[in-house]
């Protein structure tokens, strides 16, 4: 059996969050200066899927490897290193406590990967592919450790990726140990609790970041005086109001403090030096488009927010679908694809908006995404490994 090829397959979910991850306090480990709070989103419109395969029979010369989307994929990097040796050293200690266990830790590993969506900026693809590779090698290696365990693991590929082991509402908790472990995620609650969460992705650019994340959090951790009360504060405020309003299904709430976090991180942005911008007037006019369809409806009904990138995350209730999506796709139909005939049939443009903030959302938005809260990984049956190690033709 020394040609067997050992397989696992598992999806793994988008998650955005609103309360930000913005600042490390150990870069190696992925510690962050301030816990965070996310949405995880709908696999049937985000997902990774990864399929981690391991074999004596592969050449220990090419080593452990990873091909996403088809291409060749740089896993030299001290993150994806550390995920695969936290995974290997525990499947070390189960083959030593029973040594009738196959010795899959000595076997190089071959990993696929795609994802459903266009790996672009600011869709936190980075979150979701280290989610699904680390759920991927535990079931390979049949660890027993729980998602919150796993959770340890994918904080160190990204931080955000943490967030995407449970379906939900997720929080990861900062912790103060200084090796990290006491800096996992853990699930606020389900997504069953508050099923009818809905986000409306308006997608303004697919070309890559600026400034990547951990740069970006780093000059600001060195530059800004504002990020001092951000984490001491504000994330502090920002994360109990939420807990609060997720437990009562209390969407102004959710959607205050959803707008104000977001406006927060970015204002520590400008404030880093020299300024960091990750919105753009695309961006500012979705917030401005958001506001009018509030002030509209007489009620908070739609929450915008940001990450490292201008795209715009809106999140609204199912019941709101008329007013939030039926007022941007009034605005944007006829333009960018992405919409989804069962959601938008039959919506009527009750609310119209500022011409001048129609005018840049219509040239500025390049497609959208409708999407929901949704599920954690999950088992796979598809395989992106063929039973004789190769990669599966698709
Ligand atoms: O996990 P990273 O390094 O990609 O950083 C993510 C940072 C934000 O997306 C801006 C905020 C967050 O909490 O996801």
């Given at each position: 059996m020394a040609d067997k090829v050992y397989r696992a397959s598992t999806t793994a979910p988008v998650n955005i969050a609103v309360v930000k991850y913005w600042g490390k306090r150990d870069s190696k480990l992925n510690l962050p200066t301030n816990s965070s709070l996310s949405v995880t989103l709908s696999q049937a419109d985000l997902r990774t899927l990864t399929t981690a395969s391991c074999s004596a029979s592969y050449p220990a010369s090419q080593g452990d490897s990873l091909l996403l989307n088809g291409e060749p994929s740089d896993i030299a990097g001290a993150r994806t290193q550390a995920c695969f040796r936290e995974l290997r050293t525990r499947r070390e200690a189960l083959e030593a406590a029973d040594p009738s266990l196959p010795q899959l830790s000595t076997m190089p590993l071959r990993l696929v990967s795609e994802n459903n969506f266009p790996t672009a900026a600011g869709l936190a693809s980075s979150a979701a592919g280290f989610a699904a590779l680390v759920r991927a090698i535990a079931n390979l290696y049949e660890l027993p450790a729980s998602p919150s365990e796993l959770s340890l693991i994918a904080r160190q590929g990204s931080g955000s990726a943490c967030r995407s082991l449970f379906g939900g509402y997720v929080a990861w908790r900062m912790g103060d140990a200084a090796d990290g472990s006491d800096s996992m995620a853990d699930q606020v609650a389900e997504a069953s609790h508050w099923p009818d969460m809905r986000a409306l992705i308006l997608v303004v650019s697919a070309a890559k970041k600026g400034?990547?994340?951990?740069?970006?959090?780093?000059?600001?951790?060195?530059?800004?005086?504002?990020?001092?009360?951000?984490?001491?504060?504000?994330?502090?405020?920002?994360?109990?109001?939420?807990e609060k309003a997720i437990a009562e299904r209390d969407f102004a709430s959710f959607a205050e403090v959803t707008m104000r976090d977001s406006n927060s991180f970015h204002a520590t942005c400008a404030d880093t030096y020299p300024p960091i911008f990750y919105m753009n007037d695309v961006s500012r006019a979705a917030i401005r488009a958001v506001e009018q369809i509030n002030a509209a409806a007489g009620r908070t009904v739609a929450a915008y927010t940001f990450d490292a990138g201008p795209n715009a995350v809106i999140y609204y209730l199912e019941k709101d679908t008329e007013a939030v999506v039926g007022t941007l796709y009034h605005v944007l139909g006829g333009e960018v694809g992405g919409w989804k005939s069962t959601v938008v049939q039959g919506l009527k443009p009750s609310i119209s908006l500022d011409e001048g903030v129609a005018g840049i959302l219509k040239a500025g938005v390049s497609r959208v995404i409708l999407t929901g809260v949704g599920e954690g990984p999950l088992k796979s049956e598809e395989y992106l490994v063929a039973q004789d190690g190769s990669p599966a033709k698709r």
């Open positions: 400034v990547s994340s951990t740069s970006g959090m780093q000059q600001t951790v060195a530059t800004s005086g504002l990020f001092q009360e951000r984490i001491a504060k504000v994330v502090p405020q920002n994360m109990a109001a939420m």
